[in-house]
């Protein structure tokens, strides 16, 4: 009972942070008339203040001083910082600006991306399927690039940056909100700097917009940092599979809203560049699927052949003599 528990948990957590991902394209919008980078700012500062007084009550300070010593890592980590301060930023400006469902696309075709770097970064091998999936990928950015007449080049971005953030975030291996603590605190003098700089030349909206301005641009620290949670909480109780499925949660969330709640057009050629998309991804999700299958199945399949060897080695051996008192 206690383990089904937790994984109705785990997936509670999961669909709250992919949910919640999803959702945020409604959350940029109100903190308008400030600027993308003016928010992606707030956004860095206040989500270091959130994690540095979530750390404060769970008193998880030690890996701060090991961190400090390993001058890879912490390249890792800057590097980490800087895409994902690509991606925030360029996912905000385009909310702003009319392309939520180009944006959705970005985490539609990451895992397309994500393959591809393995490929071509770690040397991974694919199976036959991953191989037409990713090509059915490539595909479809072409189809949108001539419905767009031109590439698609913020899902493009959004794609590579938030995969060199995987990539990086893997390489790293640390939990959610140390990591999430070390790239905030990498950013932060930058971010500050640039808010004080705005504030010293009479742009900031922080103080000019009243209290409930205020109280909006804080919490964008909130917004990054409660899905990193649920999300950590989510990936050490369910499986990789089901996170991979849930990971799809996200786009479909901020593609709908693009289409119903912003009112963005979706011409027949856009329609057939995300179907491609959306058979690439299935293809992928099928084959994992079966793989998981297969390797249960395989692992099965050893234990029993084990378990059949020992069976006639204990009855040669016979009954097991008793411990003399």
Same mark, same amino acid.
């Given at each position: 009972?206690?383990?089904? %528990? ?11 942070? &992919? ?8 959350? *940029? ?32 300070? #030690? ?10 890592? $912490?390249?890792?980590? #800057? ?7 690509? %991606? *925030? ?6 909310? %702003? ?12 075709? %990451? ?8 490929? =071509? ?22 189809? $949108?690039?001539?419905?767009?007449? +031109?590439?698609?080049?913020?899902? =493009? ?36 700097? &640039? ?5 010293? +030349?009479?742009? #900031? ?42 990971? &799809? ?26 179907? $491609? ?49």
């Amino acid at each position: 009972m206690k383990g089904i %528990n937790e994984q109705r948990a785990g997936l509670m957590s999961g669909i709250g942070a &992919y949910g919640l991902w999803g959702l945020v394209p409604l959350f *940029w919008p109100l903190l308008k008339p400030a600027g993308a980078i003016e928010i992606l700012a707030h956004r860095m500062v206040w989500s270091l203040a959130f994690v540095a007084v979530a750390l404060l009550a769970l008193r998880r300070w #030690s890996w701060i001083g090991e961190l400090i010593r390993q001058p890879k890592k $912490l390249g890792l980590i #800057s590097v980490a910082a800087a895409t994902i301060t690509v %991606n *925030w930023g360029l996912y905000i400006w385009s909310v %702003n600006n009319g392309h939520v469902v180009e944006a959705s696309l970005g985490y539609f075709i %990451n895992p397309l991306v994500t393959i591809a770097m393995g490929v =071509l970064l770690l040397g991974e091998r694919l199976r036959p399927v991953q191989w037409v999936a990713v090509g059915t990928g490539v595909a479809a950015v072409l189809v $949108l690039a001539i419905g767009y007449g +031109r590439p698609p080049w913020i899902s =493009l971005v959004l794609a590579f940056s938030f995969a060199t953030y995987g990539l990086m975030k893997k390489k790293v291996n640390m939990g959610g909100l140390e990591s999430l603590t070390a790239e905030t605190a990498v950013v932060f003098v930058p971010a500050l700097g &640039y808010l004080l700089w705005l504030g010293a +030349r009479g742009e #900031s909206t922080f103080t000019s917009e009243g209290v409930g301005h205020v109280a909006l641009l804080a919490s964008a620290g909130l917004v990054t940092a409660v899905p990193l949670v649920l999300f950590g909480a989510a990936a050490i109780r369910v499986p990789l599979s089901t996170l991979g499925l849930l990971q &799809y949660l996200a786009p479909v969330f901020q593609f709908a809203l693009g289409i119903v709640y912003f009112h963005e057009a979706m011409p027949p050629e856009r329609w057939a560049g995300f179907t $491609l998309v959306w058979l690439a991804l299935t293809l992928l999700t099928w084959d994992a699927f079966r793989t998981a299958r297969r390797t249960r199945t395989r692992m099965q399949e050893a234990r029993q052949a084990a378990q059949q060897q020992t069976a006639p080695r204990q009855a040669a051996d016979g009954p097991a003599p008793h411990a003399q008192i």
